[in-house]
């Protein structure tokens, strides 16, 4: 499945965490946005190749030693389809780079409308004929209140082309208990869905013990990652909120198994803009993103010691 050829890049790197890239114009340094602008106008098309320029650079830097990325389809459809095709076109690159991609979509519908929610993303489409693969992710992650409907036709589209799903359950933003925290038959809502994903999983288990079910579970509440991280062994958690949000090591590393494995820690604005914090000149931002991204991987190893498959 899907999830296994991220875990054994992670391995393979000793790093468990994914780089997420969700650009704001305003993170692009001032020479990637003239030279965009040059060439393509002072618009939508010249924002959005400002933003995959940025992007390429922070990929060229980042490839050999983070495994993974996470583009958030949000901050590229802001742009229109000009924007869409930077995303498009970010996914291929980094996936040539030999990165395991997993696209922010927290798409959530039912039925044929989430089948091609899973088709465009993860799958494949015939146009007359031919075959095309319309973003390629490896990985999406999805809204799954809607329940059994709503992820039905994602496995199939997982099980029919090796990808999976990161399930939100229990999320990093501070307004989150006020539904995932509520209790329902003697449990949590955010236990609930994760017991659903792990039955969900059942379909796509892989052979180092996680399914292609993964889960979305915040640094930014460690006892419940804690929790979850016991109460879900087969199921693989994305991790987001650590750094900018508040997350830290120490809490990251409840959610991972003896082992080191079963989870993957996102960073995203303090990769991307790890130039302005430091300080140093604009056109360094791709060199200042690696030596965050090895900061990042060194204080997150030294609480979960050796990855091992």
Not at 79 to 95: D, M, Q, S
Not at 208 to 233: D, F
């Amino acid at each position: 499945m899907s999830l296994d050829r991220l875990m054994v890049k992670i391995y393979e790197k000793q790093n468990p965490t994914v780089a997420g890239l969700d650009p704001l114009l305003e993170y692009v340094p001032e020479f990637i946005r003239r030279r965009a602008y040059k060439e393509n106008g002072e618009g939508l098309r010249g924002a959005a190749e400002a933003i995959l320029q940025f992007n390429i650079g922070l990929i060229d830097a980042l490839y050999d030693i983070v495994p993974a990325v996470k583009p958030q389809a949000a901050y590229y459809e802001l742009y229109g389809y000009e924007g869409v095709r930077a995303l498009h076109e970010t996914i291929a690159y980094a996936k040539q780079k030999g990165m395991f991609v997993i696209t922010d979509g927290k798409r959530n519908d039912i039925g044929s409308t989430m089948q091609a929610y899973a088709t465009a993303h993860l799958g494949e489409v015939s146009v007359e004929g031919k075959v095309y693969e319309p973003f390629g992710a490896d990985a999406l992650t999805v809204n799954g209140y809607l329940g059994t409907d709503g992820i039905a036709p994602l496995l199939e589209v997982c099980n029919q082309k090796d990808k999976g799903i990161f399930v939100l359950v229990k999320t990093s933003n501070p307004s989150s208990g006020e539904l995932q925290d509520k209790h329902i038959e003697g449990t949590t809502v955010y236990n609930r869905m994760g017991q659903m994903c792990q039955e969900w999983g059942k379909s796509l288990m892989g052979k180092y013990g996680y399914s292609g079910v993964g889960a979305v579970v915040g640094a930014t509440y460690p006892s419940q990652l804690k929790e979850l991280r016991e109460k879900l062994q087969e199921t693989f958690f994305l991790i987001p909120g650590y750094g900018a949000q508040g997350g830290g090591a120490e809490g990251v590393a409840l959610g991972f198994d003896k082992k080191g494995k079963g989870a993957i820690v996102n960073s995203s604005r303090a990769i991307m803009c790890a130039w302005k914090k430091e300080g140093c000149p604009s056109e360094e931002y791709a060199q200042a993103a690696r030596r965050e991204a090895i900061r990042m991987k060194k204080d997150i190893m030294s609480h979960i010691g050796k990855i091992s498959l």
